[in-house]
């Protein structure tokens, strides 16, 4: 049996080997037998051969071995000399540290406060509108704080001069009104050199605009939008005209250096208020103006109306050009008839001048109820539009919600400022209303009363031709 493995090993070898002579068949087993030993000899001189080869390579194994840790303890030598030198030098540092805190002595507290004020005079100075005029200093202040965060280096007498004469050309700069030329920037984006006005360290103005700085470029611009009110810019022209350092002009100075400004210029004007109260404030404002023309158009005829009653008061002869004359026309005309008929008469042409009396003052007072009663519905929109932005943004950010809040409050200022005003007119038109039909009310009585007076009680006697008289 193992002979059989012997010569399939056998057969496996030579077949690798010698690949030719395995495809050819064996003429017996002697030959087989022969061919296989001569496969034994032959793989044996191979094997002799690598163990050979590998102890050649061994020994330069161990060559390199001993190479590489020559190599290593040398460098450990290395290591621990540098390590020795590295801990004198550690020693050496802290020796020098130690004798240079010795010799500052209060110094050391000098050039902490030091540091810390040329980094706060930067931040100032950089923010600073007088930094137009001078901006090299930042860079001197940008300097000085990297050299005092150094612990190499100390500040020279040179930056601690430069630093106080920074300090007090500040000081008074912020007192001293100031015309020089710059680069400014238009509304249009072009860039034009004009003449400025610096007003100490709050303002900046060409003309009658104000003008903004910004401290990440160090542009001069002006504001896209200019503060509403007249005098500001006005106090801004006379600023920039005037001539000569003791000319003497008021001028609205900003403390807060822009900030202030800026609030009023984000201000809404009146016309943008209107337009926050959306269609509601639109039909508020317009019945508002409907009532105004309505009260002065009524104002005005009764106005006229109450004059001529007057006149025809003192008047002799009755006038149809104003309702008293025409009541009185009335009297004269029905002269004859007996008291019950004359009073119908004259209430009939009571009647027949009450219309164009009370003529319009229903209709103002139907708008002072309904426009505070329209202010509340876009209360109420408004507040819809606000719960909406709620719902879909949250309440993170409360300029989502202005818009619907600015409507709601907006259109309730119109109600209220429409009807306030709309009640004290509906109160005057009614009360000459009311004056001149007292007056006619009292003028028909007197009429009627003279009539019964004149029939001697039964109302049935001649008619008087007086009658008329009563004008």
């Known amino acids: 049996m193992n002979r059989l493995k012997i010569v399939a090993v056998a057969l496996s070898a030579g077949m690798l080997a010698a690949p030719a002579v395995a495809q050819e068949q064996a003429p017996s087993l002697a030959e087989l037998l022969q061919r296989v030993e001569q496969g034994q000899v032959q793989d044996r001189r191979e094997f002799q051969q690598r163990e050979a080869e590998f102890r050649a390579a061994q020994a330069d194994q161990e060559r390199l071995l001993q190479e590489a840790r020559a190599e290593r303890g040398a460098l450990e030598a290395e290591s621990e000399r540098l390590e020795g030198e590295y801990e004198a030098n550690e020693a ?7 004798a240079l805190n010795r010799r500052l002595g209060s110094l050391k507290e000098l050039f902490g406060v030091l ?3 040329s980094s706060d005079t930067q931040g100032l100075f950089e923010n600073s509108i007088i930094n137009i005029q001078y901006p090299d200093r930042t860079d001197f202040l940008q300097g000085l704080t990297a050299k005092m965060s150094s612990s190499s280096q100390l500040a020279s ?3 601690l001069e430069r630093l106080w004469f920074e300090l007090q050309r500040e000081m008074t700069e912020q007192g001293r009104v100031l015309r020089f030329p710059t680069e400014i920037f238009a509304l249009d984006g072009t860039r034009v ?4 006005v610096r007003v100490g360290a709050f303002n900046i103005i060409a003309g009658d605009k104000f003008l903004q700085f910004t401290p990440e470029t160090g542009n001069v611009a002006v504001m896209p939008r200019q503060p509403e009110r007249a005098r500001f810019t006005r106090s801004a022209g006379n600023l920039f005209a005037a001539v000569g350092e003791d000319t003497m002009v008021p001028f609205a100075v900003d403390p807060t250096r822009g900030q ?4 009023l210029t984000e201000k809404p004007n009146l016309v943008e208020r209107i337009q926050q109260g959306g269609v509601v404030g639109y039909v508020i404002i317009g019945l508002g103006i409907l009532a105004l023309l309505l009260a002065a158009e009524r104002l005005i005829s009764l106005g006229l109306a109450s004059r001529k009653v007057s006149a025809q008061l003192n008047a002799s002869a009755p006038d149809s050009g104003n309702p008293l004359g025409r009541l009185l026309l009335v009297a004269q005309q029905n002269a004859g008839r007996d008291t019950e008929t004359l009073e119908l008469k004259l209430g009939e042409a009571m009647l027949h001048e009450m219309p164009a009396l009370n003529r319009g003052v229903l209709f103002l007072k139907i708008i002072s109820i309904v426009a505070p009663l329209l202010g509340l519905l876009g209360t109420v929109t408004g507040m819809i539009v606000t719960f909406q932005a709620i719902t879909l943004f949250g309440t993170g950010d409360p300029k989502l919600m202005a818009g619907g809040i600015s409507q709601a409050l907006v ?7 429409v009807a306030i005003p709309v009640v004290f007119l509906h109160t005057l038109v009614n009360g000459r209303a009311r004056r001149i039909q007292h007056i006619l009310q009292e003028q028909a009585a007197g009429v009627v009363a003279e009539r ?6 039964d109302g049935h006697g001649p008619a008087m031709s007086a009658v008329a008289m009563r004008a």
Do not use: S
């Not at 050496?92 to 130690?98: I, Q």
């Not at 050199?193 to 400025?196: D, H, V």
């Not at 259109?411 to 400022?417: A, K, P, Q």
């Not at 019964?452 to 009680?457: D, I, M, P, Q, T």
């Open 92 to 98: 050496r540092v802290a020796e020098l540290e130690e």
């Open 115 to 117: 540091q810390l004020v």
């Open 157 to 159: 007498i040179d930056d």
């Open 193 to 196: 050199q004009e003449e400025i």
């Open 260 to 263: 202030i400004l800026g609030l």
């Open 411 to 417: 259109t309730t200022v119109l109600g209220l400022v």
């Open 452 to 457: 019964a007076e004149e029939l001697g009680g």
